[in-house]
């Protein structure tokens, strides 16, 4: 089973508007982390957000939010008002365990969302 | 800081050529990570190393090698190159302890 799902493989947003790109996950550990990657067309990998399983808040950065859901195993990325750089592919991933555990940090990834924002 | 590095960004092989891949990284992390993208299915990690000297398998290591001679660098070798092994691969480094993964811009490798 994926332990990772992003359900939408492309959203389409208007400027200047809100988006959330879904992402649910599969875990039976009590201690995890989920990230938020973007990619852009040039390839970077650029890291966004992280949600620890024992924050008890939703993690922001900036126009990005993470909402957070555990009893749902859902970490949807919000982004608020969409701008035209914002068009790019975006990655759900979670590390099981610790940050220092024996799960060393190894990422899992989802399939990816394609975001386009339209002027 | 160059932060994570990849050498080279572009490779054309023919089926059963060798190669290696280079990344380095000048943070002084202990943890490197080798991933590869394919169309469609996300970044699958294939071999990692929690420090200088050790490696480990990941999800998707057949076909491929790895060395940790020196904490910055880590190697990705490919023994006999086959078309399956047509990908986009990044390398990502972390420190122990800290949970973001830094990548680097990644080598698009093709096998014909």
């Known amino acids: 089973a994926q332990k990772i799902t992003q359900t939408q493989p492309g959203m389409f947003v208007q400027e200047k508007e809100a988006v959330t790109l879904d992402c649910t996950y599969d875990?039976?550990?009590?201690?995890?982390?989920l990230f938020w990657y973007k990619q852009p067309s040039s390839g970077e990998m650029i890291f966004l957000i992280y949600?620890?399983?024992?924050?008890?808040q939703n993690a922001t950065e900036g126009r990005y939010s993470l909402n957070f859901q555990k009893a749902r195993k859902s970490a949807n990325l919000v982004i608020s008002a969409s701008q035209l750089g914002d068009s790019a592919m975006y990655f759900c991933?979670?590390?099981?365990?610790?940050?220092?555990?024996?799960?060393?940090?190894?990422?899992?990834f989802g399939q990816g969302t394609i975001l386009t924002v339209h002027p | 800081n160059a932060g994570v590095t990849q050498t080279p960004k572009f490779r054309v092989l023919k089926t059963g050529q060798s190669m290696t891949l280079l990344c380095a990284q000048d943070?002084?992390?202990?943890?490197m990570y080798w991933y590869r993208q394919d169309p469609g299915m996300g970044l699958r990690l294939i071999h990692y190393?929690?420090?200088?000297?050790?490696?480990a398998k990941g999800e998707v290591p057949d076909g491929y090698n790895v060395s940790r001679l020196k904490k910055q660098n880590f190697l990705l070798g490919l023994e006999s190159a086959a078309p399956s092994q047509t990908s986009v691969y990044f390398c990502a480094s972390s420190s122990l302890g800290r949970y973001e993964q830094f990548f680097g811009p990644g080598t698009r490798l093709t096998v014909l």
């Open positions: 875990t039976s550990d009590q201690s995890y982390g």
């Open positions: 949600q620890g399983s024992y924050d008890e």
């Open positions: 943070m002084n992390h202990e943890y």
């Open positions: 991933a979670m590390r099981e365990g610790n940050a220092g555990g024996t799960s060393y940090g190894k990422l899992t």
């Open positions: 190393s929690v420090g200088e000297g050790t490696t």
